[in-house]
């Protein structure tokens, strides 16, 4: 599952390739907090690369095409701790309608 190229959207798994939970399970969390800030209205917004998210009932975290481009070492970072933990990563190539619901998507 690595390997992925670039340019694709990647959602990295709370699971591990041999299907145990990643522990501490708030590990999401805290990794999109890390490029978030608080807005104008002080509410937290997540950065339009780093979103968690829920599929299929699994939190997840979306890591958007261009972060690669954007901010290298924020991606080296992420995908070394995904890798590292051997989390599942998968590519999102869906497009249109069936495209993620979130921000990141159309970048």
Not at 16 to 22: P, T, V
Not at 30 to 38: G, N, P
Not at 70 to 87: I, S
């Amino acid at each position: 599952m690595s390997n992925i190229p670039d340019e694709e959207v990647h959602v990295i798994q709370g699971i591990k390739e041999d299907g145990a939970k990643l522990r501490p399970s708030d590990w999401i969390e805290r990794i999109s907090s890390t490029l978030a800030s608080f807005g104008l209205d002080q509410r937290l917004k997540y950065h339009e690369y780093v979103q968690p998210c829920v599929i299929n009932g699994e939190k997840c975290l979306v890591v958007a095409r261009g972060l690669s481009s954007k901010n290298p070492q924020m991606y080296e970072f992420v995908m070394g701790f995904a890798k590292g933990n051997k989390l599942q990563i998968i590519a999102d190539r869906r497009v249109g309608d069936r495209a993620l619901k979130s921000s990141i998507a159309a970048n």
